[in-house]
């Protein structure tokens, strides 16, 4: 668990290759912005005009952008993967620079902001939204994604590529003498959704834009290493202190919810071999309109003779082009049918 102060191209260079399982990177947005901000009232807003976020072209944000897209795919495992989170000012061309370096594309998650900055200018449309970009190191890659824990979080429906968090507010935000320290630093919210989405326990996250360090204290409180960079002093001073304070969490307390294929691999075979289901079992669709007969071998045949797998007799009863067998099939027990995934739940139990 490591905070760096230095100029994140550099610093990523001095790391192994191949040793990270995730990036989260949020880059300078170069915002181009023209003068102060005011409210109609005439206050002063707190916007991005620090010296980090300033570029002389877009040709020179281009440069910056490519640079630290390769260092971090240099260190990144080969089934590692990044995220990237931007503004309408920037996002585009990360994504397009993501692409050319050979960064896979897996999805754009709008973060829509609950409680947004109004527009007080009153000439566009309130920025009520970023986005980030979920990428593999190639195409090639396979990285993990918690399908069910996003879905359990979600009350149990598949969680969209819409998020919707309030920005950072309150005694999260990191103050220094009553002000906020870093003008756009993230929820935690967020960064829990996207560490738990995409990291087991114990993985290295690296963040090579690291501010106030929301990345390692969401990092530390869930169980995974991490590696933090940042160029300013004073705030990687402020990340240093800020995840000093966090506990981590019970061990206990870091599981997620994981699907039915987390469990150890059971074939059908091992019911008949554990005598879970006798050969000569009758097995039958839920509505007991198709038959088939299970054999010592672990295939079933059906009433005309043809036989195989409990899958293969499945799709052909039912003209499907495939068919779960597990949940297709069921045995009757005490009056009453039990899919044979039940009985293979059983046996994970006992193994």
Not at 201 to 219: I, M, N, R, S, Y
Not at 228 to 240: T, V
Not at 280 to 299: F, I, K, N, Q, Y
């Amino acid at each position: 668990m490591t905070i760096i102060t230095g100029d994140c191209v550099t610093e990523m260079a001095r790391l192994e290759p191949a040793s990270v399982d995730l990036v989260f990177a949020d880059p300078p947005y170069n915002l181009q912005l023209e003068g102060e901000l005011h409210r109609p009232d005439g206050s002063g807003v707190e916007a991005v005009t620090a010296a980090w976020d300033r570029f002389e072209s877009f040709e020179a944000y281009d440069r910056f952008t490519r640079a630290w897209l390769a260092a971090a795919r240099r260190v990144l495992k080969p089934d590692g993967a990044i995220w990237v989170i931007g503004s309408y000012h920037n996002v585009f061309r990360v994504g397009a620079s993501l692409q050319d370096l050979g960064f896979w594309i897996l999805n754009d998650i709008v973060w829509v902001k609950a409680n947004p900055m109004p527009n007080f200018r009153g000439a566009r449309f309130a920025n009520a939204h970023e986005t980030l970009i979920w990428a593999a190191r190639s195409k090639r890659s396979r990285p993990h994604f918690a399908y069910h824990a996003m879905k359990a979080l979600n009350d149990g429906v598949q969680m969209r590529s819409d998020w919707y968090l309030p920005i950072c507010t309150g005694a999260e935000r990191v103050k220094v003498g009553g002000r906020k320290a870093h003008p756009t630093q993230k929820p935690e919210a967020l960064l829990m959704r996207v560490l738990l989405a995409s990291t087991r326990p114990g993985d290295l996250v690296l963040d090579p834009f690291a501010g106030t360090g929301t990345t390692g204290a969401v990092a530390k409180r869930l169980g995974r290493r991490f590696c933090l960079i940042e160029r300013e002093p004073g705030y990687a001073a402020l990340a240093a202190a800020r995840i000093a304070a966090v506990e981590p969490l019970a061990e206990a307390d870091l599981a997620v919810t994981e699907g039915p294929r987390a469990g150890p691999r059971v074939p059908f075979g091992a019911l008949v071999e554990a005598g879970r289901l006798a050969p000569g079992a009758l097995l039958t669709c839920p509505r007991r309109r198709h038959r088939a007969r299970v054999r010592a071998d672990g295939s079933v045949a059906l009433d005309n003779g043809r036989t195989g797998s409990i899958h293969q007799l499945g799709a052909a009863v039912t003209g499907a082009p495939s068919c779960n067998g597990w949940t297709f099939w069921h045995v009757e027990e005490r009056g009453r049918l039990v899919p044979i995934d039940a009985l293979r739940a059983e046996l994970r139990g006992l193994r």
